[in-house]
Each structure stands twice: as structure tokens, then as C-alpha cells.
């Protein structure tokens, strides 16, 4: 059920990020068509462009976070046992929510502070765009929590303990050298007889 919750949430993200970059092109396309024929502009433009971009990228990073597509590597931790990647997960997970503590109380502060104060194109609220930031921390902590009691009850499975995964490009480009490197092996191994020297074919 919870999942599910989770999934409606990200599909609705999606949706207003989608319609994020859709006001975004409007404004941005129709203020530089309007300069460069009727030398007039869309005043609030760039100021609302901006801070749809801020909010875009946070939201898009809850959407990131309950997916495992935001960076890192799995080089070290793919390698482990899988007592090792829980270890891992569980300590990552710690910070991850540290941090993210951290971000949310920052933030928090900023949107307080900057309420009072007016942008100076739309007379908006800053807070509104520091507010970008709780929402952000308040989703993705959430997210953590969740994943975080998964793994301490056993909930997750053996595939799921690395939370990064390399790129398919990356894959198919260890899996070809693997390939490369068992071929030149195995050449190697044919081209010498048992006796250590090299295999030669019969005389004329």
C-alpha cells in the first residue's frame, strides 16, 4: 500500500515537472520571439523561469531518489556479501537522512526569513522559492525512512541492496572486455602444446 502511495506520488511529480517545462518554454520561447519582432518582452519571464527550474530540479530529485538514479557507484559495494551491501545501505541511508536534516533546517530558516520579502519583478514571496528546499527534504526524508525500515526488517531484496547501479552502457562494456579477456585466454592456451613450447604444424 505504501508503495503504491509512493508510486501515485511520483507519477504526479512527473506530471508537474512535465508542466513545469512546458510553462518554461512558453515563457522563455515567447519572450525571446517577442523581443526580436515587436521589441517588447514577457516582464515576468525570466523571473518565474528561474524559479520554476529551482523547483524542478528538487522535485525531480524525490523522483531520482525512489528510483536509485542519482550518482555514485557501485564498484565497492557490489563486491561485498551481502551482509557487507546491508551494512552499506543501512550506514548510507544514516547519512543520507543526516543530511537531509540538515538541508530541511536551512531551508527552513531561508523560506522564514525571505517570506516577508517580495521578488522584484512578480512581488511573489521569496520564501516561495526557498520553499523548494522543505518540500524536497520533507518527500525525500520520508523516502528514506521508509527504505531505511525495509532493509532492517528484511524487506529488501539481494538485487536491491546496491542502490546504484552502474549504466547499461557500462555494463555492456565490462561484460564485452570479460568476453575480450576469456578469448585472449583461452587463444593463448591453445597456441601452446603441454610440453611449454610452441605448437607447430606438420613438416613437408
Known amino acids: 500500500m505504501i508503495n503504491a502511495a509512493i508510486d501515485r506520488l511520483c507519477r504526479l511529480i512527473d506530471i508537474l515537472i512535465g508542466l513545469a517545462l512546458a510553462v518554461m518554454v512558453v515563457l522563455v520561447f515567447g519572450n525571446v520571439l517577442l523581443r526580436y519582432v515587436f521589441n517588447s518582452g514577457i516582464a515576468v519571464s525570466e523571473e518565474v523561469s528561474r524559479w520554476l527550474f529551482v523547483w524542478l530540479c528538487f522535485m525531480g530529485a524525490v523522483v531520482a531518489l525512489k528510483e536509485g538514479a542519482h550518482l555514485g557507484t557501485d564498484m565497492l ?5 551481502v551482509a557487507g551491501k546491508k551494512v552499506c545501505l543501512v550506514l548510507g541511508h544514516l547519512l543520507m537522512l543526516y ?18 520579502m517580495e521578488a522584484p519583478v512578480t512581488g511573489a514571496p521569496m520564501g516561495i522559492f526557498y520553499a523548494s528546499g522543505v518540500v524536497f527534504s520533507v518527500l525525500a526524508g520520508i523516502l528514506l525512512l521508509f527504505q531505511l525500515v525495509r532493509v532492517l526488517m528484511g524487506q529488501v531484496s539481494d538485487s536491491e541492496l546496491v542502490m546504484i547501479k552502474e549504466s547499461e552502457e557500462q555494463a555492456e562494456l565490462e561484460a564485452l572486455q570479460a568476453e575480450l579477456a576469456h578469448g585472449h ?9 603441454p610440453s611449454g613450447g610452441t605448437a607447430k604444424g606438420p613438416r613437408s
Open 77 to 81: 559495494v557490489s563486491r561485498l556479501p
Open 99 to 116: 543530511i537531509t536534516w540538515l538541508f530541511l533546517a536551512g531551508s527552513w530558516q531561508q523560506a522564514r526569513i525571505n517570506m516577508d
Open 185 to 193: 585466454a583461452q587463444g593463448d592456451g591453445a597456441g601452446a602444446n
